[in-house]
């Protein structure tokens, strides 16, 4: 088989050459360039978000001065960049980042197959994506500006123009969700069938990388959970554009439902993005450590068990929406139910990092930070699983902290910890380790200075929708609006920590060491592809895989390490 | 899957038997028996539906595991209607009023 | 410009050809996207009474032409891919037409359907049965068209003896599409 193999590739190296920039950046079909197009457009959009967070951040600590580059912020103003920072957030970075990039960079070459299987789906699904960014954006350009009902848009308020008076906003941004969730599920059934189909000859199910396991199955919980949402999305859509009830009391239609169905998408999403995350945190922590993955079947066990029960906890987003007391309880129960798998998957973690030799590179620090960070935000879950208390929390800030205390170490600090893991697979050369570390700790110090306040505002009962907390007097005495400042001032320093890795990002593609195949000295299979890999990923062959993927420090070998492909 | 299995499925009598189905199910409502109504209309619909995934979509002689991607959809489905049901299907919060699109307010900032 | 194909393409871990594992996701994510549709009017309809009056202007005739008009189709398809498996591409080709065919004859009865009820008063605004009604109909009819479009494109490569097993594809999707407006023909129509 080597020979026709490898004048196969040899004919993709020579297609190599010959494109020209179009061809090769813009209209590419292959995985990593549309992985690098996501990647890209996942920390643009990181930084638009990271603006508008700043705006609302500095209208919040002085309210009614002018912002340095935006100026006044109006009411309609405060709720646009409310509703689309959440929504690009998740939309447009933790799905395309974490999901899109890494998945589209990473199944092929750690399942040793040089594409996908489709690579045209593939190129659609960006393109679909692209289109939906522009859409998205857009939605501040029109009159009556971007939508401002959250980034749940719960009816009656985004179903009427009356309402939310954005009504050339409430469908763009509606129209724009819609063509992202389309393109992710072309994306996602992608990803499934180049697992199910194209591993390299001798990966068994139980060889594949955690990540990929990760990644594969969070696409199946999200092909599962956004169906309803989809159907939601048209039927809210018709409210919008043709003025139909579907979720219009006074039409005889039911708020509530549209609650349900986002939220049956929405709180599956929350492990759609934290699975591939814990993926990448269970390469690097293993890496690091130099020790073998403990309990790998465990932790693909406890994932299908969350992917299982993340399905049936939904409706405690909801607890203070009139729901069914009985159904509350019943979603209670499964919320505080669901922490069970997540807390084996993190002791099976710890762990692994229990009596390695642990090497504090920059990777490694990021997924320990995430780690840590992430446990404040599950135990705060646990305050708001409980339907009664979530009475009291659901309306203020604690609920923001909490959110962003599992939100941000998901997708800000998982997500870099994947970036400067692979980075060298991407480009060819290291990073720089200082500017990493400044990056690290000018990232993760000044963060939890802007959510530990939210937790102490939250519980001395700050209302989180609000514009301007000098307009109520019973939330404006000064002790409150200190905390907030402090958050804003923590916000700011955050943002101007994000330098650093720019001028890292850029400088090391040019001017960084060069890397070698492995530089980690890692076992999966991306490690045996040169740096970066061609198109056609393996030119000397296409790998055999003969064990697992965490075979570190195997006693009686020579290296500490043991590649997937070498026989022996 | 190889055209030799495929031999075994005589598709005009799977069709044959879909129409006689159809004929029931719209029979069976003329007779105005509301459960007789319910059993000939959405039990023969889902009758229906599983011939054609087994015989038209060759289902009978598909891996296992195709089976039960689709039956994890259903039961999502399913999950997904019980979750609901004790808030969508109560009259509760039914005299809601539409107070805020007809108060002046709202039209003068339009 | 040809297009070459990645190896990927040619690996076949489960046993099942990779178009046809696709087709499969495709599917099951449509089940959730239709059913999650249909579980809405279910549980609004099971908590309306007065939806079984509204449904009862509904044409149970037409109905029943066009679930009449789709099981022949997906005969149709499901004959021209018996033929391609025989590699007997006329005959394919043929029994694809015809299936495009069925469904033209099923859009000119949805059409005619839709313009006696809107002329009649009942529009897409009368109700939120009416909602329903336009919405499940409406998102399955474009599921037909698309489906027309494709196998429409499709045939001519199938004619030359081109990439067969597209004939099995596009017939599983459309088998899907006969599936859903099976379930939305009692939902609609015979439930008064």
């Not at chain 1, 549309?34 to 990271?50: E, N």
């Not at chain 1, 993955?293 to 693909?300: A, R, S, T």
Request: glycine share 8%.
């Amino acid at each position: 088989m080597g020979n026709t193999v490898n004048a196969h590739v040899d004919a993709h190296a020579h297609d190599h050459h010959e494109q020209d920039f179009w061809s090769k950046y813009v209209f590419s079909t292959d995985h990593k360039m549309i992985g690098f197009q996501y990647l890209f457009t996942g920390l643009f959009m990181a930084a638009v978000g990271g603006y508008m967070a700043y705006v609302f951040r500095m209208q919040l600590a002085f309210p009614g001065e002018s912002v340095p580059g935006f100026g006044t912020v109006t009411p309609g103003n405060y709720n646009a960049l409310i509703t689309n920072h959440g929504t690009i957030m998740i939309f447009w970075v933790a799905m395309p980042m974490l999901i899109a990039a890494f998945g589209n960079f990473l199944i092929p070459l750690m399942i040793g197959c040089d594409d996908m299987v489709f690579p045209r789906l593939n190129r659609l699904s960006y393109q679909i994506f692209l289109l939906s960014t522009i859409i998205l954006l857009a939605g501040f350009f029109v009159p009556g500006g971007a939508f401002g009902g959250a980034w749940t848009s719960y009816p009656p308020l985004s179903a009427r123009g009356e309402y939310n008076l954005t009504p050339l906003g409430a469908p763009i941004w509606l129209v724009a969700v819609a063509l992202e969730i389309v393109a992710f599920l072309l994306g996602g059934i992608n990803f499934v069938t180049t697992v199910m189909n194209s591993r390299a000859p001798g990966m068994k199910m139980m060889d594949i990388p955690i990540v990929i396991w990760m990644i594969i199955i969070a696409v199946v919980l999200f092909m599962f959970s956004v169906g309803p949402l989809v159907a939601g999305a048209v039927m809210l859509l018709f409210d919008q554009v043709l003025g139909t009830s579907f979720f219009v009391p006074s039409g005889g239609g039911d708020p509530v439902l549209f609650q349900h169905l986002f939220w049956f998408f929405g709180h599956p999403e929350v492990y759609v993005i934290l699975l591939p995350e814990m993926g990448i945190v269970a390469e690097i922590i293993t890496v690091f450590s130099r020790k073998k993955l403990f309990g790998y079947k465990l932790i693909v066990y406890t994932t299908f068990t969350i992917g299982v029960l993340s399905m049936i906890v939904w409706a405690h987003h909801q607890f203070i929406a009139g729901i069914d007391p009985r159904m509350a309880s019943v979603f209670s129960f499964t919320t505080i139910l669901i922490s069970i798998p997540i807390a084996v998957t993190f002791f099976a973690y710890i762990a692994t990092l229990y009596g390695g030799s642990i090497e504090f590179k920059t990777p490694m620090l990021w997924a320990i930070g995430m780690i840590a960070v992430f446990l404040v935000g599950g135990v705060t879950g646990i305050y708001l699983g409980a339907s009664g208390l979530d009475i009291y929390f659901h309306e203020n800030t604690f609920v923001v902290a909490h959110f962003h205390y599992t939100m941000f170490p998901i997708v800000i600090l998982g997500g870099f910890a994947g970036i400067y893991y692979w980075y060298p697979k991407m480009f060819g050369r290291m990073m720089n380790e200082t500017l990493g570390k400044i990056h690290f700790w000018g990232t993760i110090i000044p963060f939890n200075f802007i959510f530990m306040p939210l937790f102490a505002l939250g519980i001395g009962g700050q209302h989180r929708r609000i514009y301007n907390y000098m307009n109520f007097p019973d939330l404006a005495s000064p002790e409150f609006q200190d905390l907030r400042v402090l958050a804003t001032t923590a916000t700011v320093i955050m943002l101007l920590f994000q330098i650093p890795f720019v001028i890292n990002l850029f400088r090391s593609m040019k001017h960084g060491e060069k890397a070698g195949n492995n530089p980690w000295k890692a076992n999966t299979l991306e490690w045996v592809a040169p740096s970066p890999p061609p198109h056609g990923n393996f030119p000397e062959g296409m790998p055999e895989v003969y064990r697992g993927p965490y075979e570190y420090s195997v006693p009686g070998r020579e290296k500490d390490y043991w590649p997937q492909n070498v026989p022996n | 899957m190889t055209a030799e299995s495929h031999g075994h499925t005589n598709y005009v009598k799977i069709w044959g038997i879909l129409l006689v189905l159809l004929v029931i199910s719209l029979v069976g409502p003329e007779l105005e028996i509301p459960v007789l109504t319910l059993i000939t209309a959405f039990g023969i619909a889902v009758v229906k539906a599983v011939m054609v995934a087994a015989y038209f979509m060759h289902l009978n002689i598909e891996k296992k595991y195709i089976w039960y991607v689709l039956i994890s959809g259903i039961v999502a489905l399913l999950v997904l209607f019980a979750g609901l049901s004790s808030d969508i299907m109560v009259d509760d919060g039914a005299n809601w009023q539409d107070c805020i699109a007809t108060s002046s307010c709202v039209e003068q900032r339009l | 410009m040809s297009f070459p194909k990645p190896i990927a393409t040619t690996r076949e871990v489960t046993g099942i050809p990779t178009g046809r594992l696709a087709v499969w996701w495709v599917i099951a994510s449509e089940i959730v996207i239709f059913g999650g549709l249909v579980t809405c009017y279910l549980l609004m309809r099971l908590k309306h009474v007065s939806w079984g009056d509204e449904a009862a202007n509904t044409s149970t005739a037409a109905g029943a032409l066009n679930t009449f008009v789709l099981l022949t189709s997906s005969l149709f398809i499901v004959l021209a891919h018996a033929a391609a498996e025989k590699r007997d591409t006329v005959k394919s080709f043929k029994f694809i037409w015809y299936t495009i065919g069925m469904g033209g004859v099923f859009l000119v009865v949805k059409a005619y359907e839709y313009t006696t009820e809107i002329t009649h008063g009942y529009t897409i605004f009368k109700s939120v049965f009416w909602s329903f009604y336009y919405t499940a109909t409406g998102l399955h009819a474009l599921h037909v068209i698309g489906g027309m479009v494709i196998m429409a494109i499709i045939s001519f490569d199938v004619k030359k003896g081109k990439e067969l097993q597209r004939v099995e594809l596009i017939g599983l999707y459309w088998h899907f599409v006969d599936i859903v407006w099976i379930f939305l023909f009692p939902l609609l129509y015979i439930a008064k």
